[in-house]
């Protein structure tokens, strides 16, 4: 769906689907030269992050597996309730994996606080997070993460696998939500 199909519940675009394809370019090219020779798994955590898998793998100049992990902290809502529970649990052991984590977005931190120490508990070689978005200002907890595509404000925002309330995942572009959408 492109942001002309949006019809008055758009805001305003973020990001183009150009500039989010540009911005994994770039961090693909960093993941690959710091993961060089190393046994490197992909983790995404569903459902937000299965654009940005898809289109960052497709950044790697050679193969690399991924799994998936599914969390829900948002329910139907803006804001996370903290409460996070695991929905479905990887396939692979990561014992001794580098273990990349593929997010869409850091918002209050939360969710990937409890996945890194979810995961840390496995035993993994290395933990580190890509996530293509992250909101330094709604940071409700520090998270180390070392590759970021873009800060961006504290607004909500759907597209490129974010949605509000199940929608707009699909959207091409990443914008921000008219305030009518939300009442
Ligand atoms: O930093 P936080 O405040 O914890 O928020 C970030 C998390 O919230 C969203 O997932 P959500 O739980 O809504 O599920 P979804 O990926 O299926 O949309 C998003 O995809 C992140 O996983
Ligand atoms: O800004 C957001 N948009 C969609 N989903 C989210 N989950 C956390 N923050 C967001
Ligand atoms: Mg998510």
């Known amino acids: 769906m492109d942001s002309s199909h949006m019809g008055n519940d758009l805001d305003h675009v973020l990001f183009t689907q150009d500039q989010i394809q540009e911005r994994l370019e770039r961090l693909g090219e960093q993941i690959w030269q710091d993961y060089e020779g190393k046994d490197l798994l992909l983790v ?7 654009l940005v898998m898809a289109d960052l793998m497709r950044t790697l100049p050679g193969t690399v597996p991924m ?5 829900s902290s948002y329910g ?10 695991i929905l479905m649990d990887l396939r692979e052991d990561i014992t001794d994996k580098h273990v990349l984590i593929v997010e869409d977005i850091i918002d209050s931190g939360l969710t990937l606080n409890w996945i890194q120490g979810n995961l840390r508990s496995r ?45 707009y995942r699909n959207l091409r572009d990443i914008g921000t939500l008219a305030p009518h959408v939300y009442s």
């Open 67 to 71: 799994d998936w992990m599914a969390i």
């Open 44 to 50: 995404g955590v569903l459902k937000g992050a299965v």
């Open 76 to 85: 139907s809502g803006t804001k996370s309730s903290g409460v996070v529970r």
């Open 123 to 167: 035993g993994p070689a290395s933990l580190e997070i890509c996530t293509l978005l992250r909101k330094p200002e709604a940071a409700k907890v520090a998270i180390d993460c070392k590759y970021v595509g873009f800060d961006i404000p504290n607004e909500f925002v759907v597209g490129y696998g974010l949605d509000y309330d199940e929608k």
